[in-house]
């Protein structure tokens, strides 16, 4: 093993504390990791230098008697015992400062540094298009849905088994669910654990298959799932039911549905983000005297006033008659644009009526002027 600084190896100052020397420990041990650089036998070299050095460093004893002796003062009782040191040695003993970095120090593919995990099996994930409108938009509502879908077997209970007795142990793991390897290098001995191929981790075969899911664990089904569609949703939007996709093989972790949005247009109200637009039009003579009219909202229809003199392009708010933002924080608006519809054909008594109200000076544009008796002469004509 290199008799470089421990300081120098980990990066770091002599007055380090624990805490910035098991960072960079860790930094370390993953940039060098074997499964990061496979064949790389200076960067395996490198790995186990930096523990070596985390190993006396991070203990108060060790780390005072190598401040002040160095190298010599560690004996036998400094680090690991050089060539003999495996990486199930490092892993034992410091794998839990790694947490879940790369599914758990010791869970890389090689299975350095202890046993690795069974397989678990996982379904699928399904996706599925809704439609909702915009009462369903408005208020939320609950869909339910037919899906063809694998489920667990109901024979087997997803075992694919046809009985309890229809198990012998794996012929190629012996019944551990993983296979060991020992591999001669110039550092020592390497040994590698694996999950094993045969069986999957599980450490069993089935020598008798149920007869409904073939050994699968899953059969195909029609099934109805309730979706709960929450007020606000929009097209395009994405729902995920947890574990409502295909089941997995022999009892694994099924699959999750996703929901896609569509959102069908309502035949009156345009949305818009959380406010809605209506476009409104009306006639020359409302325009001028003002009228009440009835217009459509999500889900009943209400009068507004149309105030006297009212111009094209006017936008009229009802707050609150929007859509809920999806999130809670609200109410958007209806926005009614108001369009004044000028008429193509006209008959002859109301072509009069219009030259006579065009040789009226009350017509001419004047911006800002005060309009006070103007609708009460306009009344005539078109009482």
Not at 41 to 68: G, I, P, Q, T
Not at 115 to 143: F, H, T
Request: some cysteine; charged content about 30%; aromatic content about 8%.
């Amino acid at each position: 093993m290199s008799k470089r600084d421990y300081y120098e190896i980990l990066e770091v100052d002599k007055g380090a504390s624990k805490e910035e020397i098991k960072k960079s420990y860790r930094k370390q041990a993953l940039k060098y990791h074997p499964d990061k650089n496979p064949g790389d036998a200076e960067a395996e070299e490198k790995f186990k230098e930096a523990a070596e050095a985390y190993e006396v460093l991070s203990n108060d004893e060790k780390r005072a008697r190598y401040d002040r002796f160095g190298h010599a003062g560690m004996g036998n009782g400094g680090g690991f015992s050089g060539q003999h040191m495996t990486m199930e040695d490092i892993f034992s003993s410091f794998g839990d400062i790694f947490g879940d970095a790369f599914g758990g120090f010791g869970g890389f593919s090689s299975g350095f540094g202890g046993r690795s995990r069974p397989q678990v099996n996982r379904g699928s994930n399904l996706r599925v298009r809704v439609k909702v409108n915009l009462q369903d938009v408005a208020k939320g509502v609950e869909k339910k849905i037919k899906v063809n879908k694998y489920v667990s077997c109901k024979t087997c209970g997803g075992s694919g088994a046809a009985d309890s007795n229809s198990y012998e142990n794996c012929s190629t793991c012996r019944g551990s669910g993983h296979v060991t390897r020992v591999t001669n290098t110039i550092l020592g001995q390497m040994q590698s654990t694996q999950t094993c191929p045969a069986c999957g981790g599980e450490g069993k075969t089935i020598t008798k298959k149920c007869n409904s899911c073939y050994g699968e664990g899953i059969v195909k089904e029609e099934e109805v799932i309730a979706i709960s569609i929450p007020a606000g949703v929009g097209k395009g939007m994405q729902m995920t039911l947890s574990g409502k996709g295909n089941a997995a093989r022999r009892g694994g972790m099924p699959g999750d549905l996703i929901v896609m949005i569509d959102e069908e247009e309502h035949p009156e109200l345009i949305r818009e983000g959380n406010d809605l637009i209506f476009n409104l039009f009306i006639s020359v003579p409302q325009a001028i005297l003002g009228d009440q009219v009835e217009i459509p909202t999500i889900d009943s229809k209400v009068k507004i006033k149309i105030e006297p003199g009212t111009q094209g392009g006017k936008i009229l708010r009802l707050r609150g008659k929007g859509v809920p933002d999806v999130n809670g924080y609200g109410k958007g608006d209806l926005l009614v644009n108001v369009n004044v519809w000028i008429p193509k054909d006209i008959t002859s008594d109301e072509q009069k009526t219009i030259e006579k109200m065009r040789q009226s000076d009350s017509f001419v544009p004047k911006p800002g002027k005060d309009d006070k008796g103007f609708f009460e002469r306009m009344r005539s004509y078109f009482e």
